[in-house]
């Protein structure tokens, strides 16, 4: 499966997250990826939390702060944050590659009609 769209995307990290037993509505920033706009969520900070984090940046994975938070890399390898979600446990490398692939190809928006 490929996601193609935000729809897509938002489902996607609901069903696996849901999967997985993480809840993360208790968390600091709640569960952004629900909650905000497409152009909040492809071009602004993570909500709720102190530090300016900018939550992806379109075209690059590796670079974009939420790949990396999945991974436990960059800013998540404890200091000043954990790998994400915090405590465990995490999803997989498949997983966490659907999600980077729908950001290398720009963050396609899709139709938001369709689901
Ligand atoms: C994209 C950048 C992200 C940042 C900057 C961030 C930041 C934080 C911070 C500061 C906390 C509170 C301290 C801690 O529990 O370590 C937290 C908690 C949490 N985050 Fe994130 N987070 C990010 C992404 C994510 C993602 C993608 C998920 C889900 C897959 C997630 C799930 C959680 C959960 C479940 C907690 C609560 C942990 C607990 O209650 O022990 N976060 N996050």
Redesign the pocket.
Known sequence: MSISSYKEFQSF?SET?AAMG???E????EEF?SSLTYSEFTQGN?PG?ARA?R?LIPGDSAGS??IQ??KGEGIFTGAP??R????GPF?TDDQIGEIAAWIDAGCPEGDAAVS
């Open positions: 990290m997250l993480v809840d993360a208790f968390a600091p920033h990826w993570v939390i984090v939550i702060a939420l938070s999945l944050f954990r994400m979600p915090g405590g999803m």
